[in-house]
């Protein structure tokens, strides 16, 4: 059974930085797509940043380039987000997601069925 958990959301003043974290188990993580989403309250679920198997592709929203990065520790079957320079509006809860299958490209994951954690509270005040 696949199994998605994220940490490290929180309260944060606009200007600070987080890092949150996703541990996947059930499932060969190297082999692999992973990324994040976030939904605002009122808003559509939208993808923030995926990452391929190894950590050679990644793709960011334009809203947060330049400010998030994306990496993944294989050998721990965790990814991270580091988030800086955040704003009020990077305010949402934050999934993690794995593809359902592995070998797939980080576009099958942005658009396609995945596995999901149940998300990490991030609120950025101004």
């Known amino acids: 059974q696949v199994q998605v958990v994220e940490s490290g959301g929180g309260l944060v003043q606009a200007g600070g930085s987080l890092r949150l974290s996703c541990t996947a188990s059930?499932?060969?993580?190297?082999?692999?797509?992973m990324g994040w989403f976030r939904q605002a309250p009122g808003k559509e679920r939208e993808g923030v940043s995926f990452i391929s198997q190894m950590g050679a592709v990644t793709y960011y929203t334009d809203s947060v380039k330049g400010r998030f990065t994306i990496s993944r520790d294989n050998a721990k079957n965790t990814l991270y987000l580091q988030m800086n320079s955040l704003k009020p509006e990077d305010t949402a809860m934050y999934y993690c997601?794995?593809?359902?299958?592995?070998?797939?490209?980080?576009?099958?994951?942005?658009?396609?069925?995945?596995?999901w954690g149940r998300g990490t509270q991030v609120t950025v005040s101004s």
């Open positions: 059930g499932l060969a993580f190297t082999g692999y797509a």
């Open positions: 997601a794995a593809a359902l299958r592995p070998y797939t490209s980080i576009d099958t994951l942005r658009v396609g069925d995945k596995y």
